[in-house]
């Protein structure tokens, strides 16, 4: 540790300009992500703001496990659906595998009213929140 402030020291310039890349790339990811919804404020925002969930993952990963009343727009089909997400008069949340492609997403519908997931599925799930998971009837099919 003594090394560390000892390099520090002799080195000001360098810490100086790391702390200014660090601090622009965490307003810039921020800026550039959208603004976030934690996975326990969804069902408030659902529930007393009528938000629409929308799941940008594949459809087979969708159907493996999704949140309850999202609707699956896969990413790749997104640019089809902009127009409709951007006139909507209602929060939108957009949810993906890990939080960082809803980001992309958001910044694509350029509305207000547009959050992602932070974290997506994966920290849904983290946070002890169930998905529903299709039952399919072997012989079946869709």
Request: charged share 20%.
């Amino acid at each position: 540790m003594e090394r560390w402030f000892e390099f520090m020291g002799h080195h000001p310039f360098l810490f100086g300009t790391l702390f200014v890349l660090i601090v622009l790339f965490f307003m810039l990811e921020n800026k550039r992500g959208g603004k976030k919804i934690n996975p326990n404020a969804v069902g408030l925002m659902v529930n007393n703001q009528n938000a629409q969930l929308i799941d940008i993952r594949p459809r087979k990963d969708f159907e493996k496990g999704y949140i309850k009343g999202s609707r699956n727009i896969p990413f790749t089909e997104l640019k089809d659906h902009v127009e409709a997400l951007r006139s909507a008069d209602h929060p939108i949340i957009i949810v993906c595998q890990m939080g960082m492609t809803a980001g992309t997403a958001v910044a694509m519908i350029g509305n207000d009213n547009v959050y992602r997931l932070d974290g997506g599925i994966a920290n849904w799930q983290a946070a002890g929140l169930p998905l529903v998971v299709e039952k399919t009837v072997p012989g079946k099919t869709k």
